[in-house]
T-cell receptor
Framework: QKEVEQDPGPLSVPEGAIVSLNCTYS??????FMWYRQYSRKGPELLMY????GNKEDGRFTAQVDKSSKYISLFIRDSQPSDSATYLC??????????FGIGTKLQVIP | NAGVTQTPKFRILKIGQSMTLQCAQD?????MYWYRQDPGMGLKLIYY???????DKGEVPNGYNVSRSTTEDFPLRLELAAPSQTSVYFC?????????????FGQGTRLTVV
């Protein structure tokens, strides 16, 4: 079993839809949870960074962490064609190095 | 600020050749990293550095070497290139306070070994 599981997609949604992206993990030591966005042929860029459980909102993006279920989510409201990218979840515990998911490819259709 | 700059963007190497992937950052970050990204495998950490003169192995260091003589530069050396090293390589950097979490990535180097 991989430490971090992420469905690679692709996920296609119409413009304006609410998008839900998810990751599950097996390491209970993970405390810090990140979401990165990666456009085609570009480097990843950090979108959201949360510590422990709970929700964090930033504009149209909401990150949710459920440590009891070892499940994290990224919601995108009012999705736009410019949101089309691959979304990587990432997580770490303490001073440990980051473990990345394989990424979910999202396509928002105008 | 240019952020994290990687050169070259693309390179084709023959088996057994060597090369150095360059990485420079102008944000005065102490922490720097090298990752490789392969389809369906996610980002894997090759080497990292927490400051000038200090480097350590990541998850997949075999076949690579690094050095960190300045805060700004963190080159990755491939000796005796093999087809298994065909990948996209990303350099990243971060503030010490955020550790490995809030990394700024470069644009990547696409390497093909034939």
């Amino acid at each position: 079993q991989k430490e971090v599981e992420q469905d690679p997609g692709p996920l296609s949604v119409p413009e304006g839809a609410i998008v839900s992206l998810n990751c599950t993990y097996s390491n209970s030591a993970f405390q810090y949870f990140m979401w990165y966005r990666q456009y085609s042929r570009k480097g990843p860029e950090l979108l959201m960074y949360t510590y422990s459980s709970g929700n964090k909102e930033d504009g149209r993006f909401t990150a949710q962490v459920d440590k009891s279920s070892k499940y994290i989510s990224l919601f995108i409201r009012d999705s736009q064609p410019s949101d089309s990218a691959t979304y990587l979840c990432a997580m770490r515990g303490g001073y440990q190095k980051v473990t990345f998911g394989i990424g979910t490819k999202l396509q928002v259709i105008p | 600020n240019a952020g994290v700059t990687q050169t070259p963007k693309f390179r084709i190497l023959k088996i057994g050749q060597s090369m150095t992937l360059q990485c420079a950052q102008d944000m005065n970050h102490n922490y720097m990293y090298w990752y490789r990204q392969d389809p369906g495998m996610g980002l894997k950490l090759i080497y990292y550095s927490v400051g000038a003169g200090i480097t350590d192995k990541g998850e997949v260091p075999n076949g690579y070497n690094v050095s960190r003589s300045t805060t700004e530069d963190f080159p990755l050396r491939l000796e005796l290139a093999a087809p298994s090293q065909t990948s996209v390589y990303f350099c990243a950097s971060s503030f010490p306070g955020t550790g490995f979490s809030e990394a700024f990535f470069g644009q990547g180097t696409r390497l093909t070994v034939v």
